[in-house]
């Protein structure tokens, strides 16, 4: 799993210290530059077969991204919490990573999928 440089690092770092039974990168560790646009990491990522678990709800709107997606058969995962506090967002992705994993297994990249607040999952179109 890839976590977007939108995530932050603390909850990547957490969970590698756990050593989760799934390995964790994370943008920072990976030595991307802050400021690399979203389709540049993504070029990087898809090939080595990571999905990307991230707060940025805009893959499937902005051209550039939705099209890296595709190209490089990214599966995503949209986690929310850009307004909820780090522990917030890590309970909520602990509660539902044994789903995401499933999802991340059974469906064919691409694709994304949007973890609702409320512990839902829902597909969206590419």
Request: proline residues 6%; aromatic residues 14%; positive net charge.
């Amino acid at each position: 799993i890839f976590f977007d440089r939108n995530v932050g690092k603390k909850l990547p770092e957490a969970l590698t210290h756990l050593r989760p039974p799934f390995s964790v990168k994370w943008h920072q560790r990976e030595k991307f530059a802050h400021d690399m646009p979203d389709d540049d990491w993504m070029a990087k990522v898809g090939p080595k077969g990571w999905f990307v678990v991230g707060q940025d709800w805009k893959f499937h709107l902005r051209e550039i991204e939705k099209a890296a997606v595709k190209q490089h058969s990214i599966g995503c995962f949209y986690l929310p919490g850009s307004g909820s506090t780090k522990w917030e967002t890590y309970c909520r992705f602990i509660r539902a990573h044994k789903r995401l994993l499933e999802i991340a297994h059974s469906e064919k990249p691409p694709f994304i999928f949007d973890l609702k607040a409320n512990g839902r999952i829902k597909q969206i179109a590419l």
